[in-house]
């Protein structure tokens, strides 16, 4: 599938459910993947496997709803300018870490 095509899905989901509903299943799904994330920190063994399948499922669907989000905001564009500048901020630190963890050396 494309993702002109998964867009396309996207907004007949907004379309078809409603604003607000889908707001709503936005802020379910971040719920869920938390629940999901604290279960994996508390499994142990065998448990780890079948935590991370639900890790990848909540991921998954967080990505569907921050897709729908995007677009029913119409601010696709934004959010990949404030990526970008987060994620430069971010290199900045870890250099600047790895930079204060030489000098300690």
């Not at 709503?24 to 971040?30: G, H, P, Q, R």
């Not at 967080?62 to 430069?88: H, N, S, W, Y």
């Amino acid at each position: 599938m494309t993702i002109e095509e998964r867009d396309q899905i996207f907004r007949r989901c907004i379309c078809t459910y409603g604003t607000n509903p889908q707001i709503d299943v936005a802020i379910e799904e971040m719920s869920e993947l938390t629940k999901a994330l604290l279960k994996w920190r508390r499994a142990k063994g065998a448990e780890l496997t079948a935590a991370r399948g639900c890790i990848v499922d909540e991921l998954a669907d967080v990505r569907i709803m921050a897709r729908q989000m995007e677009i029913l905001f119409q601010c696709e564009d934004e959010v990949e300018r404030r990526i970008d500048f987060k994620v430069q901020r971010q290199k900045g630190r870890i250099e600047k870490l790895e930079a204060d963890h030489g000098e300690k050396e």
